[in-house]
């Protein structure tokens, strides 16, 4: 089966501009994860999908970062503005359901680098 | 709370040589405990998991680790370190709930010299 797909794999963009990540993840799977991974950390996560609603987005900055997940299936994570502490990888990752014992799918990442 | 302990940020050991990547964890009930890895400019690959049972528990590529609750921690070993497991290695655990959210530790960049 197709993995947890992700684009753009690369961007770079000055403080304050905007940018979008996207995430297809695993057909079927109903819960769709996005982490940050800062250089040298593990990665934290941002925030949880289950199906189209939000199960945990206690560690997503409001005030700069929102994401979505239209229809169940596929999500958008935006930044507007984008600050320096920003830059970090974007992990998308999916599972097919939410619960302790099953494993997350992870995608390739989107790097993103704040000029 | 949940938090996780990687013990040492780099790890180098010669080929053929025992790996030990050790975590410590933190949990207020019975944890899930995961170990990941990630080769350069990829995704988190799972290596292998432990949630009820066994203790010892396998992996792919020849890992395997042993959850200890007495000592909190889930070591990650392999007999003979190959080339290929250059990578930086994560231990995350999760609560033992309904709930999927992993905490992450910060990571082990494993080296193997020939």
């Known amino acids: 089966e197709a993995g947890v797909a992700q684009s753009p794999r690369y961007k770079i963009i000055e403080k304050r501009q905007s940018v979008a990540f996207w995430c297809n993840p695993i057909?079927?799977?109903?819960?769709l994860y996005w982490y940050q991974q800062i250089l040298g950390q593990g990665p934290k996560l941002l925030i949880q999908?289950?199906?189209?609603?939000?199960?945990?987005d206690s560690q997503l900055p409001k005030d700069r970062f929102s994401a979505e997940r239209l229809k169940g299936v596929d999500s958008t994570l935006k930044i507007q503005p984008a600050k320096l502490e920003d830059s970090a990888v974007y992990l998308c990752?999916?599972?097919?359901?939410?619960?302790?014992?099953?494993?997350?799918?992870f995608g390739p990442g989107t790097r993103l680098t704040v000029t | 709370a949940q938090s996780v302990t990687q013990l040492g940020s780099h790890v180098s050991v010669s080929e053929g040589a025992l790996v030990l990547l050790r975590c410590n964890y933190s949990?207020?009930?019975?944890?899930?405990l995961f170990w990941y890895v990630q080769y350069p400019n990829q995704g988190l690959q799972l290596l292998l998991k432990?949630?009820?049972?066994?203790?010892l528990v396998k992996g792919i590529n020849g890992f395997e680790a042993e959850f200890k609750k007495s000592e909190t921690s889930f070591h990650l070993t392999k007999p003979s370190a190959h080339m290929s497991d250059a990578a930086e290695y994560f231990c995350?655990?999760?609560?033992?709930?309904?709930?999927?959210?992993?905490?992450f530790g910060r990571g082990t960049q494993l080296t193997v010299w020939p």
């Open positions: 432990y949630t009820t049972g066994a203790t």
């Open positions: 949990s207020s009930v019975p944890p899930y």
């Open positions: 057909s079927g799977h109903a819960t």
């Open positions: 995350a655990v999760k609560r033992g709930s309904t709930l999927g959210r992993l905490y």
């Open positions: 990752a999916s599972s097919p359901q939410d619960r302790a014992d099953y494993e997350q799918y």
């Open positions: 999908f289950q199906n189209n609603g939000v199960v945990d």
